[in-house]
DNA sequence: ATGTGC
């Protein structure tokens, strides 16, 4: 038996890039990393494991706990986590769910080749981030009321339609057409609607940035050919969350859980877990909220969106139409939501961590937490838009700004293995205090522009220096172990050409 | 991530 030693833990590997915690002690299930030995050596590099451990404390914990290839250590429960707790007598952990709900991102297509923008892209990117708020604080592309942010809670993109942010096929091509249908703008607290009034339509700071791409790959072409994706397209990237609105819904509920279920949270290896019991009232608000944020930010990334398209407009001197800038895909990557699963049992009805060892199979209806995750439903899943279904659901990496990102589709194995999620990102090496000593701003932004020719733009040096392309893992290796686990299948790779960040 | 600590 193979097997991989983390210190305090030792793994068992199951088969090529599959490796299990065994369960023991208190842990309710066992935990699975989804790693190639090199991305192990990273993930065992700080707490992950630990809090993986930890994850499978949680009452109703399905299966197993997942940690996603590019897993590192987040609040109590690891970013790039996938925990899928039984909606009927299992919990919903904020700190599985992520400060910044429904951090993501959205991908735009155009029609333009990188033939026509290059010579513009001092021009491009000086016009976005003159046009697209970005930095910390206030400031947003639309200042609204509270008034406005109840309206948004409760309908998500569709606001942005009867607003004139939003085209119809825009909600076709996000997740769950833009709204949550169980959002409650009610559960969400005063303080937190005032902090979101004047953030809508802003991208805020860390890692968060609006970038221009050219497709520089292309590895499946009937699937890039649904999602309209080819060679040498110039295409834009949108990551950004829920800003303040979504942190403080998290530290209210956080607060809350804590003292109304003090004794779940006494049970659990680490505060930062606290929990809400499925059926409590406590859990079903922190569900309504959380939807409602979903919404915020959704809304966010339009409006961020559709600046672009004006900005487009501008400095290429057509119509956004006429340029073809459509919404591939907004994909959530910090969410919790109930799914209905199917899940194999042994003969007693007991839930089995491997499908080799099931009787039979039932459907149960889950909290699916993924936290740094994205969702990756295959072909043929109802929640996949129609454009979409025969091929499977578009799935957006992020890498560094000196990298490139990815686009993947949903893979057929992802259902079995990790509740139809995969990775998100690459993942940080090094921390932000770590990187400001290792690198200086101006010399990364003009080491991108001499080598790369990549147009950088932020708000604070500090900033850059923070996401320097070499605090970050390679993502090529998290989407090459995607691949192979038939969990999200490799489309087609971006580089960068035009980057704002706060 | 975040009106960058509680």
Redesign the pocket.
């Known amino acids: 038996m193979t097997t991989y030693d983390a210190g305090a833990v030792t793994l068992r590997k199951v088969r090529d890039y599959v490796w299990e915690m065994p369960k023991q002690g208190d842990m309710r299930v066992p935990a699975r990393v989804f790693a190639s030995e090199a991305l192990l050596d990273e993930i065992s590099d700080d707490k992950t494991l630990e809090q993986l451990r930890n994850a499978t404390h949680l009452p109703g914990i399905t299966k197993y706990a997942i940690c996603m290839p590019d897993g590192h250590q987040g ?1 109590g429960f690891p970013v790039g986590g996938v925990g899928a707790m039984d909606a009927r007598d299992g919990c919903i952990s904020p700190g599985a769910v ?3 709900i429904n ?1 993501g991102v959205r991908m735009m297509t155009t029609n333009l080749t990188y033939d026509d923008v290059q010579g513009h892209e001092q021009e491009l990117v000086e016009s976005l981030f003159a046009n697209v708020p970005s ?4 400031g947003g592309v639309f200042e609204g009321t509270v008034g406005d942010v109840d309206a948004i809670l409760e309908d998500g993109v569709q606001w942005a339609l009867r607003n004139d942010w939003a085209v119809p096929e825009d909600l076709e091509h996000c997740e769950d057409e833009g709204k949550r249908p169980d959002a409650d703008p009610t559960a969400i607290s005063q ?1 937190a609607k ?2 979101g009034k004047n ?1 809508i339509g ?7 940035f609006l970038e221009v791409q050219r497709v520089t790959d292309v590895y499946d072409d009937e699937v890039a050919d649904a999602f309209d994706l080819t060679e040498d397209q110039v295409v834009v990237l949108i990551h ?5 609105l ?3 819904t ?2 209210d509920y956080l607060r809350r859980i804590e003292k109304t279920h003090a004794g779940l949270l006494d049970s659990l290896p680490d505060r930062e877990l606290a929990a809400a019991p499925a059926g409590s009232q406590l859990a079903d608000e922190y569900y309504g909220a959380m939807c409602a944020a979903i919404n915020f930010a959704w809304v966010n990334r339009q409006l961020i969106m559709h600046r672009t398209r004006q900005v487009f407009e501008q400095v290429f001197d057509r119509d956004w139409r006429d340029m073809e800038m459509h919404l591939l895909y907004d994909v959530a990557h910090n969410i919790a939501k109930k799914e209905h699963h199917q899940v194999g049992v042994d003969a007693d009805g007991t839930v089995v961590a491997d499908d080799g060892d099931a009787v039979e199979y039932e459907t149960r209806e889950l909290y699916v937490h993924r936290k740094g995750a994205t969702r990756a439903f295959p072909a043929g899943r109802e929640e996949v838009p129609p454009a979409y279904r025969a091929v499977g659901q578009p799935v957006i990496i992020p890498g560094s700004m000196g990298t490139g990102s990815y686009v993947l589709r949903g893979g057929e194995r992802s259902m079995h293995e990790t509740f139809g999620s995969t990775a998100h990102g690459a993942g ?1 090496l090094m921390s ?1 205090t770590q990187a400001k000593k290792e690198y200086r701003g101006g010399d990364v932004q003009t080491a991108l522009r001499e080598h790369d020719r990549i147009y950088v733009k932020a708000q ?1 040096g500090a ?1 850059v220096a ?2 320097a392309p070499g605090v970050y893992k390679d993502v090529d290796e998290v989407v090459r172990v995607s691949d192979a686990l038939g969990i999200g299948d490799r489309v087609a790779r971006t580089f960068p050409v035009c980057n704002i960040k ?1």
């Open positions: 609040y992520g400060y910044d951090c930095g910390l604080g206030g303080k005032d902090r953030q802003s991208l805020g700071s860390g890692n968060h950004c969350g829920s800003r303040g979504g942190h403080q998290c530290n940080r932000r604070s900033t923070e996401e706060g």
